[in-house]
């Protein structure tokens, strides 16, 4: 796993808060994948995919290391809910850029933050502290944070179609046109990809 | 552990499907029992019902534990989605959220964070 245990997130924080920065180098790394999904999920239904969420996650890592000191939580909500104001903070700049008229609407960037916050958070968190086991360890972080981290562990083909079917929240169908396959063949992608998330589970947690 | 987070072919090793995991999980996981199992299984929690485990698998002894692995994911998955049941239904019937409606919003002009306000 690429995070840091939640019991040394704030000793990491400390840290961080003193100057070390290879300490906030490490520890913002950890929700590189976190940033990099919900910016992809926000971009998606705004922009149709048209911008490469990797430079906008890139654009608030660098604004989260230069204004760390302005951060004043200890806990991995606080800090997640940190990331997330500046990541709506530069996805707002870049939807009034591509996006004209309803772009200069002045609620659009608290209007991301809500976005992304609701992106965050688990629909059902009693069926996952119900069940599975990686399910009741994710019971206890933030869950968007580790199904960004176990989707990154996946294949390509794996992450997209379990990106589009759960998190873009599209039909069987419509993926199978998104991804120009037929419907059986991402049938059995899925499944399989399903499987496969349930082994990385295994490892990540 | 991987640390740079990135997808890796140790990963993948370790993370072999399940059909050729181990003798317990013997039949491909493109059984097309399998992919009918885990769409019905969906189907339930995306209409709103929490499906009793081991009842369902008991449904499909012959696929179970394959089955059982796929159901893991899809429960985290599902529980990760921003659109929970009953926001689909009303999808199907035509009343879709306005792009950028998300509901109520506190007062923008009073509440803004921004570039001087990230302060937790």
Redesign the interface.
């Known amino acids: 796993m690429n995070r840091v245990a939640q019991s040394d997130l704030k000793g990491l924080i400390d840290q961080a808060r003193g100057g070390d920065a290879s300490v906030l180098g490490k520890l913002l790394e950890g929700y590189r994948n976190y940033l990099t999904l919900l910016a992809r999920l926000s971009l998606q239904k705004r922009l149709q995919g048209k911008l490469d969420e990797s430079d906008l996650v890139q654009e608030a890592f660098l604004e989260a290391y230069r204004d760390f000191c302005q951060f004043r939580g200890t806990t991995e909500k606080e800090l997640t809910s940190w990331l997330r104001k500046i990541l709506a903070h530069n996805l707002a700049n870049v939807v009034r850029h591509y996006c004209g008229t309803r772009g200069r609407d002045v609620r659009l960037e608290r209007e991301l933050e809500v976005e992304l916050e609701r992106s965050s958070q688990i629909a059902d968190p009693g069926l996952v502290a119900a069940q599975s086991s990686p399910s009741r360890e994710a019971a206890h972080r933030e869950q968007m944070v580790l199904v960004a981290d176990a989707l990154s562990h996946l294949r390509e083909d794996y992450r997209e179609v379990l990106i589009l079917r759960h998190l873009e929240s599209l039909s069987f169908p419509e993926v199978a046109k998104r991804m120009g396959r037929t419907l059986s063949s991402v049938d059995k992608l899925w499944v399989r990809a399903l499987a496969r998330l349930r082994r990385v589970l295994g490892v990540v947690s | ?8 072919p140790e ?2 090793k ?6 050729t ?1 181990g003798r317990e999980s013997s039949l491909p ?2 059984d097309p029992r ?2 009918q199992a ?2 019905e299984y969906l189907a339930a ?1 995306e209409a709103g019902k ?1 499906p009793d ?1 081991l009842s369902f698998l008991a449904r499909f002894p012959e696929i179970a534990s ?1 089955l059982a ?16 049941a009953e926001k ?1 239904v009303s ?1 199907r019937h035509g009343h879709r959220p306005r ?2 409606s ?2 109520r ?2 007062d ?2 009073g ?6 306000g ?3």
Request: with cysteine; glycine share 8%; charged share 25%.
């Open positions: 552990m991987n640390p740079t987070g990135a997808w890796s990963l993948e370790v993370a072999q499907p399940v059909a995991a996981l493109d399998v992919i885990v769409r929690l929490k485990r394959p692995e796929c159901l893991d994911a899809l429960e985290f998955m599902h529980a990760a989605s921003p659109f929970p689909r999808r792009r950028g998300l509901g919003l506190p923008f002009e509440n803004r964070a921004g570039r001087h990230r302060g937790v």
